[in-house]
């Protein structure tokens, strides 16, 4: 793990955005605390982990260079994302993670792809990752979701993921990605269905 925490922070430096590789190592601490939480495998806790520490390495590119550097890396693009660029670091990010540190693993790179959006038939890593990224976001002071998302984080990882979907589309979201709204069909059935079994016990 050292090595690669210490070939992820070199890209940062060399690229500039070393205030990049600051966020990813808070969002994958936050990661381990979830995966911690939730007891999850050693081998789920090891993948968050790496994910989080590579999710954002796609954010080397500005906002303004991303559908050129899509199209050279064969990534498709989807409408909202040539609309609202910024989105598109999730998918430059997974290509990354595959090419220059050689990770395979799938639920690693299906993690990275879906950490701003989500996506259906999500994982337990899809979620954790999504959510530290939330928790420990990259702007300045205290995201205004935080407290709710908390509070939801304590009945499950699907209700505090719900709750930060609803909170964007409530308060104005850029645009409407077809993996948020996909992710936000899948998770009230699944939370629908647990709630439904809780009522038969």
Known sequence: MDILLNKV???????????????S????????????LFQVE???????????????IGGIYPNEKR???????NIELVDEECVFPLIIHQKISKYLAQTIFNVQDTKILNSIECHTTLKSNYSIEDLI???ADKIEWDQKGTPPYLDGLLIK????LEEAALFYIDY???????????????????????ILHKDFILMKK
């Open 42 to 56: 050693r081998d789920t806790k090891n993948n968050v982990y790496i994910a989080a520490l590579l999710h954002d």
């Open 67 to 73: 559908i050129e550097i899509a199209k050279k890396f």
């Open 9 to 23: 922070e070199e890209l940062y430096k060399n690229t500039g955005c070393i205030h990049i590789f600051e966020h």
């Open 168 to 190: 964007l589309l409530e308060h104005g979201i850029k645009v409407m990605h077809p993996w948020l709204l996909e992710a936000k069909k899948d998770l009230e059935s699944h």
């Open 25 to 36: 190592l808070n969002v994958a601490q936050k990661a381990i605390e979830l995966a911690d």
């Open 153 to 156: 984080l304590q009945s499950s």
């Open 129 to 131: 990752v999504f959510l």
